[in-house]
């Protein structure tokens, strides 16, 4: 799929992809904080756009990702404020096909806390 829009912020199912995947993170036991790094080329854009909404959604901290995977992964970890387990994980990718109601369930089997 080729699209202008970063693929998080994709509409699946008439919700965008980040969207679905906070929903079900939030319904998770034990997650006190979210941070999501978000491409550096876009991140002005994409804060300015989509920023409140997400804080809404449950993120508590956005950040600039880096060039790689790993350097975004580290930026996020730099930002944390408090953590006794950690979970890092790009779900937006592998949660496309699973119905709303079947995502905390998913999540908990991937991601136990």
Do not use: C, N
Request: aromatic share 2%.
């Amino acid at each position: 799929m080729q699209s202008e829009t970063a693929k998080p912020f994709l509409q699946v199912q008439g919700k965008m992809i980040i969207l679905r995947t906070l929903e079900a993170v939030s319904l998770m036991r034990g997650v006190v904080e979210i941070v999501l790094a978000l491409p550096p080329g876009e991140f002005d854009g994409l804060v300015a756009e989509y920023g409140d909404l997400l804080r809404r959604g449950g993120v508590t901290t956005i950040v600039p990702g880096g060039a790689s995977r790993q350097q975004s992964v580290a930026l996020g970890l730099a930002a944390l404020k408090q953590a006794s387990e950690l979970v890092v994980a790009e779900l937006s990718k592998d949660l496309t096909g699973i119905p709303d109601h079947e995502l905390p369930a998913h999540l908990e089997k991937i991601l136990p806390i």
